[in-house]
């Protein structure tokens, strides 16, 4: 199974159109390997984008750099699935029993 | 299926599981019907509800296209008992059921969400294999051949929104395409995705406004309100294009310039910090709400026939 510690799903808040733009630019950077949950919209709505361990360093470097506003929404990625798949697996056994 | 629960997140197995024991549990308002099979080979099963008559019109709805997005399987699932329980009680849905079938794919992308419960939780797209790339999958929401390949979706199949080599490339966009032209009288199309609370209606692909605008419009309001009662999660409305982003080979747009006027998009919660990992206590809230905006357009479709 795919491991996702130390993957983080940040909350960016652009302020205006060059800002999303600037968003657009992280996008295009295969490297970095960003899933974007939420992708740049029309209406300024928050983006969503899951920052792989070895990308979170530049990724909020640049972000910071542009006066891009952001925040930490998923601190680590596989623990929110651990707590999941515990309750998945809490409710098959009920359920068997 | 009344111990099943609503509440828990569940396999593929378990999913088709109950969908054998609801159609056992109704055989004169359920049947299964397989449109075809997944690129790995599982059925496309489609749920139909039916209360009599032949080919009548007909009202479709799909969770799941986006494997990952698992909060829409289990409102599926959760709307299929919920037909099953209010037919006969329910008035308005009872007057729906005695004039229009309804259909409905809970498992939309199968390969993907049994991916998604094996290998990776966070896989969206198919599993088909892409010539000449190490990357797997295609978007199947960017697979329709409506603006098919223009921009709003990638030609890199290493791309979350890779659209494929040609449209409806994907089986399990086919399957739904080949159904819905061959069963011809679909009047209301609507697929359910997550997250971000939006009703969204065509264009993704162009910014020329849908023939229908102003009424798809009113509806999705008046959709939007119902849903926002029951809990007060706020929903945004609008086409496509101008809500969110331009998004060409999508599925409503197929739908609606195929001549099935009331196509819509339903982007479910999350209102909060989880994302696409929404926990599984807010399955059946979520579910309740959407409900609302679903009977309101099966509702407005039964009364403006086209």
Known sequence: KEDFSGHQVLRILAANEAQVEKVRELEKLEHLQLDFWRG????????????????LQSVKVFLEANGVKYSIMIEDVQLLLDEEEKEMFAFRSRARS | TDTFNYA????????NEFIDLLVAENPNLVSKIQIGNSYEGRPLNVLKFSTGGSNRPAIWIDTGIHSREWVTQASGVWFAKKITDDYGQDEKLT????SLDIFLEIVTNPDGFAFTHSSNRLWRKTRSISAGSSCVGVDPNRNWDAGFGLSGASSNPCSETYHGKFANSEVEVKSIVDFVNSHGNIKAFISIHSYSQLLLYPYGYTTTQAAHQPELDALAKAAVNNLSSL???KYKYGSIITTIYQ?????????????????Y???LRDTGFYGFLLPARQIIP?????????????????KHPY
């Open chain 2, 286 to 302: 979520t579910a309740q709400e959407t409900w609302l905006g679903l009977i309101t357009i099966m509702d407005y479709t039964l």
């Open chain 2, 8 to 15: 828990a997140y569940h396999t593929l197995a378990e999913i």
């Open chain 2, 247 to 263: 998004a060409s080979g999508g599925t409503v747009d197929w739908t609606y310039n195929s001549g099935i006027k009331y196509s």
């Open chain 2, 95 to 98: 007057a729906i059921l005695d």
């Open chain 2, 265 to 267: 998009t339903f982007e």
């Open chain 1, 40 to 55: 740049p919209s029309r209406l300024f709505l928050p983006i969503d984008v899951r920052v792989p361990f070895s990308s």
């Open chain 2, 231 to 233: 809990y007060g999660t």
